[in-house]
RNA sequence: CGGGAUGUAGCGCAGUUUGGUAGCGCACCUCGCUUGGGACGAGGGGGUCGCACGUUCGAAUCGUGUCAUCCCGACCA
């Protein structure tokens, strides 16, 4: 390809609207535009890197059995109203309508498509295991879409399902994906780590995220690893075992005593002289529209992910001053935040922390204003609620709950994840096949995603540096660019043009810089743009030399052009070989 | 959805306070000159100043409304 001819215009800044790196500098080199909020053009460049991140997919995906197809984008309200999904999904669902007024939406995933297939076509325990997949855009209306490709609401993904009679079929078939999606970030020249995980709105029990590791802020989850052993989770999913700490109250009897102005934990114990871990926290949530309490010893955060999860909800958030004074009134108190405590209060839903089991003679809100309860036990004077369950975050400092050492936390970009979705959608779609014995039974699903965009967009993330993309050899747009540093040259430009042609017979994609540009601009878009591989033609060809650099090291070397040629063929080829 | 901010040429911005016929840099076109890290000179093309209504002799500028975009929080590939 010539340079002059490449569709691509890089800008000499960034623009105004890119908070994180993958984001400005995809802008900047111009491999995309944003059409629309969270919405992107990808460029030629840009679709050049989609692809090559599409073939490693399906070359794993095909390696490890499973079958491409492609479904429809555009999916009927029926189908989702089958699965139970239409109400449960939420705004992020994009629904509308056609011209007969008929309902739709846009596929933000495909589920119940996919198991409407299977019931179609999947009528036998013979025909299983069976593993399909699709490479498609998807559209997910999120609330704030950000972080470029990172987070968009129109974004490409690989989505496979796979059926199975048994769940040992479905384990085994969930290790053989975890093990195709290890090679294909690892091809992908991306390090990830397999993290257990939230299930989330998709649902089902067990699911894993491959996380790219990153100390950014595009990493926008938390994720809790061990040194010492393979344990790793995603905040909204880990446990661990807490230090030794003291939990139990200095009160050798249980009275309410007089605890003016105390609203947060910390004057609370400044004002008692006690630590927190002898205080027993209420925290007021709003689950599905429906107040919930959650009791957690005072030292500790909730993890509201966790106590969703508990209360089986869809959505939760932290309840507000009006809120928490609603509660109240309806059960006959006068409190506000910092006096709340469980009892009392009639019909809701109390959730407690494991922490809270150990706790005793402690301190806790009894719904009046600057009084708190002190002394107090659970089975005297506290109900112990019906849900005592993990809600707590895990914290740095927490040691790791399989083999006991400490844990650490680090930032991770989600680019994958895989599920056991069980009969979650086969059973309520009546999806079920005949097994062996002449019964009629659901099929046992997993479902498995690779975001191929997000994905793109992590590469960039991890490599990068301040002149621009240093692509992984891989999934970059081309492999090399030759540039002549004077194309009115005529030496130098014959010796690019061959060097060039050399390359192009030899299998490697490259690009010849054939514009009329002084050298500086052209080694300015060469490394924003993120060539692998550099070939420039310049004055010491008069000594039959030309400078060979690789973007990913920086590292220049005086070279005839063949022996550049041939490095370049060797690099490739090696890289590619993985 | 709550909080904050911004909409002026493809990109980055000034002009708005104090109303008077829209500007700068980059990019683009032409010519000259230049050629190892985003040169220089001359000339040129491109904008209903987000949109609507209002105030005014006159609105990018003032008012009201509206839309869009971005940032911070709750969701997720």
């Known amino acids: 390809m010539k340079m002059s001819k490449l569709f691509v215009q890089t800008l000499r800044e960034f623009p105004s609207d890119a908070e994180v790196i993958s984001h400005k500098m995809l802008a900047r080199a111009g491999y995309i535009r944003k059409l629309t909020s969270g919405v992107y053009n990808f460029l030629p460049l840009m679709w050049r890197v989609l692809k090559k991140v599409e073939t490693i997919v399906r070359e794993e995906m095909d390696g490890a059995g499973a079958q491409e197809l492609l479904m429809p984008f555009v999916q009927p309200q029926e189908l989702w109203q089958e699965s139970g999904r239409w109400d449960a999904y939420g705004k992020e669902l994009m629904r509308l309508k056609d011209r007969h007024d008929r309902v739709m939406c846009l ?7 996919i198991t409407s297939i299977a019931r179609d076509g999947l009528k036998s325990y013979k025909q299983m ?3 399909l997949y699709q490479i498609q855009s998807k559209f997910r209306d999120e609330v704030r879409p950000r972080y470029g490709l990172l987070r968009g609401r129109e974004f490409i993904m690989k989505d496979a399902y796979s059926f199975d009679t048994s769940e040992e079929g479905l384990d085994k078939e969930y290790q053989n994906m975890a093990q195709a999606y290890t090679r294909i970030f690892k091809r992908c020249g991306l390090d990830t780590k397999m993290v257990q995980s939230d299930s989330g709105a998709i649902g089902g029990s067990v699911s894993h995220e491959f996380m790219v ?3 950014t802020d595009a990493g926008e989850n938390d994720v809790f690893y061990c040194n010492s052993c393979d344990y790793s989770a995603n905040s909204n ?3 661990s075992k807490l230090a030794p700490a003291n939990t139990v109250g200095k009160w050798a ?7 003016p102005n105390t609203h947060s934990i910390e004057e ?3 004002f008692l002289d006690i630590e927190p871990t002898v205080i027993l926290k209420t925290l007021v949530y709003i689950a599905d529209k429906k107040p919930v309490l959650a009791l957690i ?3 500790k955060t909730v993890e509201e992910t966790k106590l969703m999860n508990a209360v089986g909800a869809m959505d939760i958030r932290i309840a507000v001053a009006g809120e928490i004074e609603e509660l109240m009134q309806q059960n006959g108190f006068d409190a506000e935040k910092g006096f709340i405590g469980p009892n009392g209060i009639k019909d809701v839903t109390i959730v407690a922390d494991e922490t809270v089991r150990e706790m005793k003679n402690f301190v806790v809100g009894i719904n009046q204003k600057d009084k708190h309860l002190v002394g107090a036990n659970f089975g005297i004077d506290i109900e112990m609620p019906e849900i005592v369950t993990d809600i ?3 914290e740095q400092g927490d040691f790791c709950p399989e083999c006991g050492k400490p844990l650490f936390v680090t930032k991770g970009i989600e680019v994958g994840n895989i599920f056991k979705l069980g009969t979650k959608y086969s059973k309520p779609m009546n999806a079920v096949y005949t097994d062996v014995d002449g019964k009629t039974k659901p099929y046992i699903m997993g479902c498995y995603g690779i975001g191929i965009s997000r994905t793109a967009a992590a590469a960039v993330e991890a490599h990068n540096d301040e002149n621009g993309i240093k692509w992984p050899i891989a999934i970059a747009p081309y492999h090399a660019i030759v540039i002549p540093v004077s194309v009115k040259d005529v030496t130098q430009m014959k010796v690019a043009q061959e060097v060039y042609e050399k390359l192009l017979a030899a299998g490697i994609e490259a690009v010849i810089d054939d514009r009329d540009e002084r050298p500086g601009v052209k080694f300015k878009d060469a490394d924003l743009i993120g060539f692998p591989f550099r070939v420039t033609v310049g004055k010491t060809i008069a000594e039959g030399t030309v400078e060979f650099k690789t973007r990913s090291t920086g590292e220049m070397e005086n070279l005839t052009p063949d022996a550049a040629t041939e490095r370049i063929i060797t690099e490739v080829k090696k890289a590619l070989a993985k």
């Open 237 to 239: 999913h880990a446990v």
């Open 213 to 215: 590791i990153t100390d």
């Open 253 to 259: 009897k249980a009275e309410v005593i007089d605890t």
């Open 107 to 113: 596929g933000p995933t495909h589920e119940e498509v």
């Open 268 to 270: 609370l114990s400044a």
């Open 392 to 394: 707590r975050l895990v």
């Open 297 to 299: 010893r005072a030292d």
């Open 129 to 131: 295991p069976v593993n």
